[in-house]
């Protein structure tokens, strides 16, 4: 006999909807990958397929368990859902660790938003922009055209420069820092003055005018997209606290979805 209950209903519903975000994912990955997209895209085409495959998987069982009454199939979607709890919880404090511990000020206090790699944590610093990960990051850059169209007006040198929602990664990746004193040209050609470079600093020797180098080797570069990643998993650890609660809820449910089972099993079978 089929007796209504709320919470067996709650979390079919939601996993009916996460077993079609789970599909969506997949068919993003194989869009990638029959359409051949830029190398950003593809670093993502592997993520989306395993990433959807393990939702299409889970969302099967909480269906399963929830609507049609299989406790075994319910209990092993209540341990995934456990895990996915204690990992959303330790990566949430993770998040906030590693984004809270460097400040992040900008350079000369003139609001360019350019940064320096020290600013911020080791471990953003040792597994985002190291020698090996970085080379992807700038062809990255590159794809995304981020140093093209940039909103600049007037001015003739870098002090003087008004920059129009001008992003910390363009910022410090598409013109040179500002206490190297270079002479603007227009918005990505940039010349040294007559009296030298205002300051001895390897960024001012690695910026280069060709729309393939500018300043993308530059520390104030990797600087300024560990800005903008920080930033970002700032939004995320919020978004992380929003889903920690909300799969909490769903485990909760998931436990008297099961109790339901029970009490429903003992009615047909006293």
């Known amino acids: ?3 209504f209950r709320i919470s067996n209903t709650v979390v079919g519903a939601l996993n009916i909807l996460s077993l079609l975000l789970g599909l969506a994912a997949i068919g993003s990955s ?24 393990f939702v299409v998987i889970v969302s099967g069982l909480g269906i399963a368990g929830s609507l049609y009454a299989i406790n075994t199939a319910l209990y092993t979607y209540l341990l995934v859902t456990f895990l996915v709890v204690i990992g959303l919880a330790f990566f949430t404090v993770f998040a906030v660790f590693v984004t809270n511990r460097g400040v992040g000020k900008q350079i000369s206090g003139k609001g360019y938003g350019e940064y320096r790699v020290g600013d911020f944590s080791h471990w953003l610093q040792r597994y985002v922009v190291n020698e090996e990960n970085w080379d992807e990051f700038k062809s990255c850059l590159m794809d995304a055209r981020v140093c093209q169209n940039l909103a600049i007006n007037g001015g003739r040198n870098n002090d003087s420069l008004i920059f129009k929602h001008l992003s910390t990664t363009q910022a410090g990746c598409c013109k040179p820092p500002v206490y190297c004193g270079f002479t603007m040209k227009n918005a990505t050609f940039w010349e040294v003055p007559k009296s030298g470079l205002a300051a001895n600093n390897s960024d001012c020797a690695t910026w280069n005018n060709r729309q393939d180098k500018l300043c993308y080797d530059c520390n104030s570069c990797k600087g300024g997209v560990l800005a903008n990643i920080r930033n970002q998993w700032r939004h995320l650890t919020v978004f992380n606290g929003f889903m920690l609660v909300l799969v909490t809820a769903i485990y909760a449910m998931g436990c008297y979805a099961i109790r339901n089972n029970r009490l429903d099993s003992r009615i047909v079978n006293p």
């Open 1 to 3: 006999m089929f007796r």
């Open 30 to 53: 194989a869009y990638i990958h029959i359409r051949g997209g830029s190398d950003c895209q593809k670093v993502l085409q592997y993520p989306l397929l395993i990433g959807g495959i």
